[in-house]
């Protein structure tokens, strides 16, 4: 049986592409790779993509060169993004000093830690150690 290697991306939405612009390429450090202005912009984050579109835009089907479905979502998503125990720390101390609130900081039963904040357009952010899923 074939098996997949792993996530290529993950999508969020967000109709202020601005506000998630600046979030994530400002205040998070991502490099953004493309942007299609107010439809989408894509960011790299390690060996994977983060994508966030426009929910508005995304149920109509691509106009451009290549035939993309129409896809899409409303409301609120979840995005958890790999830390270590002293890298979460340092998230935590950049969101306090950006004015970010913390919504939850906690340890897991099984162990390891997430700290989550929400994004300009309510996504749930997620900084975690891996461990909470068993991973290295």
Known sequence: MM??????????????????QSFYR???????TQEEKGRHVFFRCGGQMLLI??????????SGALPVPAHGAFGQGHV???ASAS???DWRELF???GIPIEADFEWPRGGRSVYVRDPAGNSVEFAE??????P
């Open 87 to 89: 890298e979460l720390r």
């Open 53 to 62: 579109f426009n929910p508005r835009k995304t149920v109509e089907t691509s």
């Open 96 to 98: 306090e000093s950006r």
């Open 130 to 135: 891996p461990r909470i899923w068993g991973l």
């Open 80 to 82: 958890c993004f790999r």
């Open 3 to 20: 098996l997949p290697l792993g996530i290529l991306e993950t999508v969020l939405y967000a109709e202020d592409l601005d506000r998630a």
């Open 26 to 32: 400002d205040t998070l450090g991502l490099e953004r």
